[in-house]
């Protein structure tokens, strides 16, 4: 499966069990989405990490849409705070990346679509063989207590932004607690990567915890 890095977190809420993508870990999905951006933008070398900060470079937006909105919202004039850019727009990010993933056939509406408030978040994927494949390719990369140098950024990320990012299903607690150690190295192989980014991605989970934000 190609995908963005937005991507991959959104499909990460999947649920094997259920065959669907957990309604539980709605709240801050929209923070994990606008995080796997900036991270996919600086490793395209389309935003700069200066000082622990955000620089817009380049003068082409990239191809994808998310992508391309994220990157718009950058100062090319002077280096921001990654917080702004993950919190202010947390509870617009979820509703652009269904579409994209619904255009591109990766998941579909159910037959029997469930009725209540949260009716549009209910999705099935297309091909679950897949997607499961993916998703244990990214618990590996924790379980698996590997090198951290080793491991893909987009692994790396994916598993990191979906545990600090509090997504409940891609990890249980008994596996966060006994992996901790791999999960602290691979923490500050991603500080290294992107200074500042996952601390930014921790307050504003902090600051909307109280109130359910991040999602649309």
Aim: charge should be negative; charged fraction near 25%.
């Amino acid at each position: 499966m190609n995908l963005t890095l937005p991507q991959r977190i959104y499909l990460m809420a999947y649920n094997p069990a259920k065959n669907d993508f957990t309604t539980a870990d709605l709240q801050f999905r929209g923070q994990r989405l606008r995080a796997a951006a900036l991270t996919e933008l600086v490793d395209a070398r389309l935003v700069g990490t200066d000082d622990g900060k955000a620089l817009r470079l380049g003068t082409e937006p990239p191809a994808d849409t998310f992508l391309a909105e994220v990157w718009g919202q950058v100062s090319a004039d002077r280096p921001e705070r990654w917080l702004g850019l993950i919190h202010d727009e947390a509870h617009t990010a979820e509703a652009p990346m269904r579409s994209q993933l619904l255009a591109a056939g990766v998941i579909r509406e159910p037959e029997h679509r469930r009725l209540g408030p949260l009716a549009t978040h209910h999705v099935v994927p297309t091909a679950p063989d897949q997607l499961l494949a993916l998703r244990e390719a990214t618990r590996s990369a924790v379980l698996s207590d590997p090198d951290p140098s080793t491991v893909a950024l987009e692994d790396l990320a994916t598993a990191l932004l979906c545990t600090e990012g509090e997504a409940s299903v891609l990890f249980d607690g008994r596996e966060r607690r006994a992996h901790k150690e791999t999960l602290k190295a691979l923490a500050q192989r991603f500080d290294d990567f992107v200074p500042g980014l996952r601390k930014a991605l921790l307050t504003s989970i902090l600051s909307h915890r109280a109130v359910g934000g991040g999602w649309s």
